[in-house]
């Protein structure tokens, strides 16, 4: 089993991808991407001259690749607290001046946090008020986040979150289970547009008065999350709120002084200057 | 005459535990010299939904504050950080961490495996790695990591150990320098903190 990678190596690799096949991993934070790289070595059974092959060589290997290099690890509810903020405060606020608003998941994943949005504003009974845009970089995981069906066993977590949240029902009450797996109810997607989208090399699609985006750009070095964060100032409305992860910050980033921390707790910010 | 052979090169401290290492981290981070050269980087297995508590916890005894470190936030000396819930925490080049969401290792997060080896990766034999009281076999590969880039491996003695399997782990994986007790870790750190004046 290979153990390490040389950086030359990994350097290699991001070259071709982004040559090859148009998606720019060279600015990811490297011992998170180097254990990317070494997870689909093992789990492909290949070797570093191997995988660049069957990059080069294979039109379809990309999408498989972008599958397993993505970090799909994701909960519902995640940081119940956070929901909660929504809920109690940011969302609130947004209705004081918007009777209809819209709401961007950057970097969805398998779809847990649409879900979780879709939930809180159907217990705040303003679903068919809200549009939600819920985008990845990754098309085979977006599929999954449109089927909203999970492993039985993941749900453990979520229920526990769910209660922490202080939902209004069960959460029982928004899936039904079959084959070991549970199926949400599919209302909950009617007013979600999924689409693939690259937040590294796509360019700004729509203004939102919300963006959530946790735990994504941890996987970026500094310089691609202030590029990245460029754009999210770019696609809020004027006093729109940014979410990201409990363990991000954006302090040190270029367009920091052009928001207030509304949450420092849960990083809720709110864009005070265009 | 000191029974460590210790130098002054070192650039930081990284100490991984779990199920019973509460009380021996409190008496280090109690313990430690003021003037203390290094950084000190803990990751201890913790329960994921629980955010606050725990640095609060160990703050109270320590001689510095103990902080859950953002996303890319630079390594300071007199810095003591500790991996926070529900992310892994890696060392990167440059100096700075990066939190992840990954899947767990060895059923946590954060892995004491992925600091351990992302320190070594980063400090190589510039690093003092310390593995204390723990029910699962997390830390000893990255105990390994240390040892094969050069650097000081050190556990606390398993008889000492509410739980042994941690330190045992690491034993079986490579060779470690010393195993001591806690009050001994606390020597040696008093020790190593004179050769930087």
Redesign the interface.
């Known amino acids: 089993m290979i153990t390490d990678i040389d950086i030359n190596d990994l350097k290699r690799i991001t070259e071709l991808i982004h040559t090859r096949h148009g998606y720019d991993f060279r600015n990811y934070a490297m011992s998170s991407f180097k254990r990317r790289i070494l997870r689909i070595l093992e789990l492909k059974n290949l070797t570093i001259e191997s995988l660049i092959k069957r990059l080069n060589d294979s039109p379809t290997f990309i999408n498989e690749f972008l599958d397993e290099l993505t970090v799909n690890v994701t909960e519902m509810f995640r940081d119940p607290g956070f929901w909660r903020a929504l809920r109690d405060e940011i969302i609130p606020d947004i209705l004081l001046n918007h009777k209809t608003f819209n709401i961007w998941h950057a970097g969805c994943s398998s779809g847990e946090e649409v879900l979780s949005m879709a939930i809180l504003l159907r217990e705040m009974g303003i679903h068919n008020q809200v549009s939600l845009f819920a985008t990845d970089l990754d098309v085979t995981i977006l599929e999954k986040a449109k089927a909203i069906s999970y492993p039985v066993k993941n749900m453990e977590i979520n229920e526990k979150n769910y209660i922490r949240y202080e939902g209004k029902w069960s959460l029982r009450d928004y899936y039904k289970e079959e084959n070991g797996k549970v199926i949400f109810d599919k209302g909950l997607l009617a007013n979600v547009t999924f689409r693939r989208h690259d937040l590294v090399l796509g360019e700004v699609f729509n203004k939102f008065d919300l963006i959530l985006c946790r735990n994504v750009m941890i996987y970026f070095n500094q310089a691609l999350q202030n590029e990245v964060l460029k754009k999210f100032h770019a696609s809020l409305f004027k006093y729109g709120y940014l979410a990201i992860g409990s363990k991000e910050s954006l302090i040190w980033c270029d367009v920091a002084n052009r928001f207030l921390v509304v949450n420092n707790e849960e990083k809720v910010y709110k864009k005070i200057k265009d | 005459m000191s029974r460590f052979n210790l130098n002054n090169s070192y650039k930081a401290v990284v100490i991984g535990g779990s199920a019973g290492s509460f009380q021996g981290i409190t008496k280090i981070l109690a313990q430690l010299p003021k003037t203390f050269p290094l950084p000190i980087i803990m990751c201890l297995h913790r329960l ?2 629980v ?1 606050n508590g725990f640095v609060e916890a160990l703050s109270i005894k320590s001689v510095f504050p103990v902080v ?6 630079q390594i300071k000396k007199g810095g003591v950080y500790l991996a ?1 819930s ?3 925490m ?4 440059g100096n700075y961490f ?6 767990m290792v060895n059923n946590s997060r954060p892995a004491i495996d ?1 600091t351990l080896s ?1 320190a070594a ?1 980063v400090y190589r034999e510039k690093l003092i790695g310390i593995l204390l009281s723990g029910a699962n076999r997390d830390g000893g590969l990255g105990m390994k990591h240390i040892k094969d880039r050069g650097g000081l491996t050190i556990v606390q003695e398993p008889t000492e150990c509410m739980i042994d399997t941690m330190p045992r782990a690491a034993l079986s994986l490579t060779k470690i320098d010393y195993v001591l007790k806690t009050d001994e870790i606390v020597s040696l750190m008093n020790e190593l903190d004179k050769l930087y004046r």
Not at chain 2, 68 to 73: A, V
């Open positions: 994921k939904h955010r859950e470190p953002h996303d890319k936030e926070p529900n992310y892994h890696s060392v990167e080049l990066a939190m992840s969401t990954e899947e992925i992302t990766y």
